[in-house]
């Protein structure tokens, strides 16, 4: 796991689940979003590309969306 910069990556994950999501450590079909700090891994990144080419509908949100989300 690659922390974001305002969170670690357990504070994070704890307040995701914590508005009701279900946390998964990799990206998979089932995958609806995943949020990304500076310095995403490339192939995370290249997974959900080749994902959304096959039809799967995954959402990037950058750390500072997210943050702007949660407030």
Request: hydrophobic share 35%; proline share 3%.
């Amino acid at each position: 796991h690659r922390d974001l910069h305002s969170f670690p990556t357990r504070r994070s994950s704890d307040l995701v689940k914590d508005l009701g999501a279900d946390i998964d450590t990799g990206v998979t079909k089932r995958t609806d979003f995943v949020i990304v700090g500076q310095g995403a891994g490339p192939s995370k990144l290249k997974k959900i590309e080749d994902l959304n080419l096959s039809g799967f509908k995954i959402r990037i949100i950058i750390e500072d969306d997210f943050l702007n989300m949660i407030k």
